[in-house]
């Protein structure tokens, strides 16, 4: 397996291929990986959102060992939408740093979208 699942659903999946080159799936962001804008950050990351408060959660990666429990609030970093951007970076840069572990110094990541 050459590629890091980042988020799933039980129609999609989205993975990051680490400095490698994909043409048979569905590209969202192929570029240098300081260069991601938060639109494209928002689509890959896991997050959940609590209605009634209005909170927004984005998975610490770092804290991931094997599956995402929804329920244990020390995997998620919290937040409202006014600070949306801030915790989307957080989110971000514990993946980086999860993705580190596996090839510490790439440049170049390619996220793709497949279904399955």
Do not use: C
Request: charged letters at 30%.
């Amino acid at each position: 397996m050459n590629y890091t699942i980042t988020k799933q659903t039980p129609r999609n999946e989205w993975r990051i291929y680490l400095d490698e080159e994909v043409t048979n799936e569905r590209i969202i962001y192929k570029g240098h990986k300081l260069g991601i804008e938060s639109k494209h950050l928002s689509e890959f990351l896991e997050y959940r959102t609590e209605k009634s408060t209005g909170k927004i959660f984005f998975l610490n990666y770092e804290k991931v060992k094997d599956t995402v429990d929804a329920k244990d609030i020390g995997m998620w970093i919290s937040g409202y939408g006014n600070n949306i951007e801030k915790i989307l970076e957080e989110s971000w840069s514990s993946l980086q740093s999860k993705l580190k572990e596996k090839k510490s110094n790439f440049r170049k990541i390619t996220v793709t979208m497949v279904n399955i």
